[in-house]
């Protein structure tokens, strides 16, 4: 069983990888707002957190954010600590949220996409250095919501579609 899901999380994570260099190549708002996305890779980050565990979850995406790093921005830039810091932010609080409420999993995408945004912020006023990363939040945050809805909504379907498959 041990390799079988080690496996499946593999080609989970290589799926990932791919959702994420396609994003990047496709100016979301044209650009207006750096480091916005639709967050595409999440989808395969809360299926592992519904139907695998935290751990695996965890795993899945600290790599995503160094293959992703070393494939495409370049590893340990700017863009790459932005991205770990969402990381790790937005998986603690969806598994948080997750096992500490009764939100949704539509629920949960959205806390995780809030705090994605947060941890980037944060990360990009040390960096950066200045405190004017703030505002940035606000417009992060507006666009949190409706993202982390679609990226829920498609990770609902995902989940149930493979419950299905198991029971087949």
Do not use: C
């Amino acid at each position: 069983m041990e390799l079988k899901q080690n496996i499946r999380l593999s080609m989970l994570l290589a799926l990932s990888v791919v959702l994420s260099i396609i994003e990047s190549m496709i100016p979301f708002f044209n650009g207006y707002i750096p480091g916005l996305k639709l967050g595409l890779a999440n989808t395969i980050i809360l299926f592992i957190l519904y139907s695998y565990s935290f751990k695996d979850a965890m795993y899945v995406s600290v790599l995503r954010v160094f293959l992703v790093g070393i494939l495409r921005t370049g590893i340990f830039s700017q863009t790459f600590f932005f991205s770990l810091s969402g990381a790790l932010l937005s998986g603690t609080a969806m598994y948080l949220t997750k096992r500490f409420t009764k939100l949704s999993i539509v629920g949960v995408s959205v806390v995780g996409s809030i705090f994605h945004s947060v941890g980037q912020v944060l990360v990009a006023i040390i960096i950066i250095n200045t405190t004017n990363m703030i505002y940035y939040l606000p417009w992060l945050l507006l666009f949190s919501i409706p993202t982390g809805i679609i990226v829920g909504l498609i990770s609902k379907e995902i989940v149930i579609y493979f419950e299905k498959e198991l029971q087949n």
